[in-house]
């Protein structure tokens, strides 16, 4: 009994430990991560006052930050990017929901499988932009097209992900639950769906990023609000500091946007032994 | 018992592992399968288990034929085969989900003590030394109290000091509840550590070739001359097994007894 408290206490110290290292090394990563960006905006910004750059074409950290401010403070910011959040959303959404669906029908059965597979492998090959023109005729220009374009994109990832994820589980775990007697029900939920998650987000992850790219190809080929369309506006009126603020934006909601999927799903993933390096 | 009646398995691939293969196992009987790579003293396992069809013949649990994973069979594979998202009390209480909550938490905690491993439940496996998942792999087929226990060489992935601590367990677990008990292995010590019978099995098709009655009391001495008798005999009808021409003896196994067997 003495033996098995010490080496309970033991791995608790260790658990503790790992725990200590593996909250340094996030918050260690982001500020570390920091480093980079900011020397080099200070480095720019600097540059800019001491005159030896020309700011024209490449507007100095300090402007972008005005311009934003600007963006925001009237308002016009917050309209843009909840514009581009629901094409996103709900592009991303339909992309997801039916790239699930298919993908667990395919993983699961051989014969959907044959059937479906090669046909969404086809449509895969085609550039997801080739379909502009075709939405746009039967969709019209304004969201609908949009939304299909973005779901289109976000399919692809998260239909093979979801695929390759039942096709890889273990067949052994599978065994145990035959062994336990599950039904094809109970096994689907206790044994599968489990097993498969880590996969799934990883598949959705990816998948709202293509969404992340495909919003910006949308908007700028025809919007009149939206992050994308501030590009387009930028561009067209020769305001950099507007693209570049743009861009800011972009970056910033893609990157929430990953790290609210990771937030959320973190507790269904604490069993993972390797969770901790893929966060 | 547990009744095996003339089991053959071809394989889908043409592979003939098991040829009229007949075993009769009394109630509480630890039976040790041993034999070379390719015996098919696995596949005789998975029959058992219900995880696979024989091509001929029948298994039967005190007369009740099984054809499909049955709650009177429980089984402990080579590998531990935790359910990694599930803690260690979740494992163990997989095939309780019949039950209500409280007996349900109880049974698991009564099984975690018994396997000396009291305060684990909360605990994922991955935090498992390869000793602990198994003996927490071999509570969770004992927890739902089946008649019969089969075991696919469960030790053989541990280091030697590892696994004479887990024969050791396994019997004291046994000795509980008494379930009959059958254990393929290629380990002879562990053979004669355990059983009371040793079921030597000869490849290509996989038959019964000598069954050896290993008549010694526990707990066993490691280094009693009984202890090193049985062993000898069960190394020697193992050499036997593998020396002998395919298909020459015909799968009659020899009647045997320790130390008459030569």
């Given amino acids: 009994m003495s033996e098995i408290q010490t080496l309970d206490l033991q791995t608790k110290r260790n658990a503790r430990a790992s725990t200590r290292a593996a909250s340094s090394r996030l918050g260690g990563g982001f500020v570390y991560g920091l480093i980079l960006p900011v020397a080099a905006a200070l480095l720019y910004e600097a540059a800019f006052r001491a005159g030896l750059v020309q700011a024209r074409l490449l507007p100095p950290p300090s402007r972008i930050a005005e311009t934003l401010w600007k963006l925001a403070a009237s308002g016009e910011l917050l309209t843009h990017v909840i514009a581009t959040l629901l094409r996103v959303g709900l592009g991303f959404g339909l992309g997801a929901v039916v790239g699930v669906l298919l993908g667990a029908l395919t993983g699961s059965s051989s014969l959907a499988r044959r059937l479906l597979d090669p046909t969404l492998q086809a449509l895969r090959a085609i550039p997801s932009l080739a379909w502009v023109p075709l939405f746009i005729l039967w969709l019209g220009i304004f969201e609908p097209s949009k939304i299909a374009l973005i779901a289109v994109g976000c399919f692809f990832p998260v239909y093979l992900g979801v695929m390759g994820a039942i096709a890889n589980v273990d067949r052994k775990i599978v065994e145990v639950g035959r062994a336990f007697r599950l039904s094809r029900l109970m096994l ?3 044994i599968l769906l489990p097993a498969i998650l880590p996969d799934t987000i990883v598949a959705l992850r990816s998948g709202l990023g293509l969404g992340f790219m495909f919003v910006v190809a949308a908007e700028i080929m025809g919007a009149s609000e939206g992050l994308g369309y501030l590009l387009v506006d930028g561009q067209q009126l020769g305001k950099p500091d507007q693209i570049l603020a743009a861009i800011l934006c972009f970056a910033i909601l893609g990157k929430a946007a990953d790290w609210l999927i990771l937030v959320a799903t973190r507790p269904l993933l604490s069993w993972q032994d390797s969770f901790a390096r893929s966060g | 018992m547990l009744s095996l009646a003339h089991l053959d398995k071809v394989y889908g691939n043409g592979a003939h592992a098991l040829d009229d293969v007949s075993l009769d196992v009394e109630a509480g009987e630890i039976v040790a399968l041993v034999g070379g790579s390719g015996c098919g003293k696995t596949t005789l396992l998975r029959l058992v288990s219900g995880l696979e069809a024989p091509t001929h013949g029948t298994v039967s649990v005190d007369g009740e034929a099984i054809a499909a994973p049955h709650p009177a069979v429980g089984i402990v ?18 095939g309780l989900d019949h039950l209500p909550a409280s007996e349900r938490r ?3 905690e009564e099984a975690l003590l018994k396997v000396g491993l009291a305060g684990y439940g909360p605990r994922w496996p991955r935090e498992l030394s390869g000793g602990q ?11 739902t109290k089946p008649k019969v226990l089969l075991m696919d060489e469960p030790f053989s992935a541990l280091d030697a000091l590892t696994r004479a601590t887990l024969q050791d367990h396994l019997l004291a677990l046994w000795e509980a509840s008494q379930p009959t008990l059958l254990l393929v292995t290629h380990d002879v010590e562990e053979a004669a550590a355990l059983a009371d019978r040793a079921v030597v099995m000869q490849p290509r098709p996989g038959r019964i070739f000598a069954d050896i009655a290993v008549p010694l009391p526990r707990p066993r001495d490691r280094l009693s001359p009984g202890f090193v ?6 190394l020697g009808a193992l050499d036997g097994s ?12 020899a009647e045997m007894s320790a130390g008459s067997w030569w």
């Fill in chain 1, 188 to 190: 689907a939920r206790r």
């Fill in chain 2, 77 to 94: 594979f080579q590998e531990p085969r935790l359910l990694p998202w599930l803690t260690v009390a979740q494992n163990i209480g997989f």
């Fill in chain 2, 106 to 108: 109880d049974l698991v």
């Fill in chain 2, 133 to 143: 998942a198994q003996r927490v792999s071999i509570v969770r087929a004992l927890v």
């Fill in chain 2, 229 to 234: 008798e049985a062993k000898r005999a069960i």
């Fill in chain 2, 242 to 253: 593998l020396s002998q021409i395919p298909g020459a003896t015909g799968g009659k196994p």
